[in-house]
Structure formats: structure tokens, C-alpha cells
């Protein structure tokens, strides 16, 4: 009598056969699901509190290098000293898509250390430096908050004419005319600019998310483990159904 595959299939040892398959496949699915949620935190930045205005003292210090997690956190500094004479322009510094010029000052905290501080923005050069030339005599507000960000790399391209353009902390520590007790590895942004330059577009860091694709790659080979322990499964009953009905061997020896 010639029986179905799923006439085979229902037989006890299939079905326990089957729920071996079914677990096999659940713990490949299960590895795959794993997978694919590392692809996503291999490459997700971690949700810093950058937009909660902290003190620069409780993340940075003077002569260390400025920790990767502290890069674009919102810092308050207090009341702090401006040194006349160490205004600088940096030239080729955009603000809302527009090329224009920063002005840098030179801080002095209540600690007595150094910081560098990007005031504002300007469109013209002659603006520029005419706004650096009047804060000798009127100052920045004592006050000082911002967004605090690492030094740039110096480019010295020009530089024999005096035209600046990278944030360069150790560079405009050569510049400056009071030598430093101490400084910051970075530098703030200030939140409030002052008369006659505009505020720095200063936005929070990108946490962007980004995959891994190799983890990616991987969780898409759990899912084919474990559709091939459903499709052994179903092999195994096929071949055990068709030598089952297979044709008896009628030729003469």
C-alpha cells in the first residue's frame, strides 16, 4: 500500500524529529536576532547628555587631553578674565552655509587656567578685526558659556601674512602675550556674541546610526541555518517515503 508524505510525516518518530528541527531552527533564528541588534549597537553612537549644560571643571582639566565623550557638551565656565591684546581672526569660517571670519579670545578662568573661545562670526575681514581692536577696550561678558569642542589642527597656510584659519589651541598659545598657567585642550563656542559679530552656529554632535555590515552578514546566515533545519527535516521524511514506495526489483539474477 502506497502511503503519502505526509502519511510518513505523522509518524511519532518524524514529529519528535521534527521538534528537534523546530528547536535547532528557533536557536539559529534566536542567534540571528542577536546578531542583527549588534549590527545596530556596534555602530550606534552612544546617547550622550550633551544638551545638559554642565561645568567645564567637572569634564575637563588644564594640560589633559580632552576625553572623546565630552566632545560637544554644553559647558558653563563662570565669571572669567579676558586678555586684552590676545583677540585673533580666523579666516574661511562658515556659519549657516555663509564663509565669513571668527573671533578668538583668551579666557581666564577663576582656576587661573587658559581657555580659547570662538565669540562670534563675521562676514567681512575689516569687521573682523575692527570688532578684535574694540573688545581690548570693551570686553566680552565676564560670564562665559558655550559648546565645548576639541583644537583643530594648525594650517599654516599664509602664515607668513598672518592668515589663520584652524582652531589651533597649541598655536594660539605661541600668540598669545600673557603666557598661560595652565590650558585647556579645547575650545568653547560662546553661546552669546558679542556687539558687532553674530552667534556660531554651534549644533550638538551627529549620533547618526550606522550598521555592521559583517554582523549583518552573520545574522543572515543564522536565518539560512535555520531554514536548512526545517529543509533537512522535510528531505529526511521525502527519502524515507520514496524507500517506502520504491518499486520492488522484479529482473530476473
Known amino acids: 500500500m502506497n502511503t503519502t508524505v505526509w502519511q510518513v510525516a505523522r509518524r511519532p518518530r518524524w514529529i519528535a524529529a521534527l521538534l528537534l528541527a523546530l528547536a535547532v531552527a528557533s536557536g539559529f ?8 541588534s549588534r549590527s ?5 553612537v552612544t546617547e550622550e547628555q550633551t544638551e545638559t549644560s554642565v561645568p567645564l571643571d567637572s569634564i575637563a582639566a588644564p594640560q589633559k587631553p580632552m576625553p572623546s565623550d565630552t566632545i560637544g557638551q554644553l559647558v558653563t565656565v563662570g565669571e572669567v578674565e579676558w586678555v586684552a591684546g590676545d583677540y585673533v581672526v580666523l579666516s574661511g569660517r562658515s556659519n549657516h552655509a555663509e564663509s565669513g571670519y571668527w573671533v ?21 575681514a575689516d569687521a573682523a578685526a575692527s570688532v578684535a581692536r574694540s573688545l581690548d577696550d570693551t570686553p566680552p561678558a565676564a560670564s562665559l558659556s558655550g559648546r565645548y569642542l576639541p583644537t583643530e589642527s594648525p594650517q599654516q597656510s599664509d602664515f607668513e601674512a598672518g592668515a589663520r584659519s ?3 589651541v597649541p598655536e594660539l598659545v605661541n600668540l598669545w602675550t600673557r603666557a598661560p598657567d595652565g590650558v585647556y585642550s579645547g575650545y568653547v ?12 552656529d554651534a549644533p550638538p554632535p551627529n549620533n547618526e546610526v550606522s550598521l555592521n555590515l559583517l554582523n549583518v552578514f552573520y545574522a543572515v546566515e543564522w536565518v539560512i541555518f535555520a531554514g536548512f533545519a526545517i529543509f ?4 529526511l521524511v521525502k527519502d524515507a ?3 517506502e514506495n520504491a518499486a520492488p526489483d522484479t529482473s530476473e539474477p
Not at 563656542?189 to 556660531?200: K, N
Not at 533537512?232 to 528531505?235: D, H, M, V
Open 29 to 36: 533564528a534566536a542567534l540571528g536576532q542577536w546578531q542583527l
Open 40 to 44: 545596530v549597537e556596534g555602530g550606534q
Open 104 to 124: 578668538v579670545g583668551h579666557a581666564v578662568t577663576g582656576s587661573g587656567a587658559s581657555l580659547a573661545v570662538a565669540l562670534g562670526w563675521v562676514a567681512s
Open 166 to 168: 584652524a582652531l589651533a
Open 189 to 200: 563656542i560662546s553661546d552669546a556674541a558679542p556687539e558687532g559679530l553674530e552667534a556660531i
Open 232 to 235: 533537512l527535516w522535510y528531505r
Open 241 to 243: 517515503w520514496e524507500e
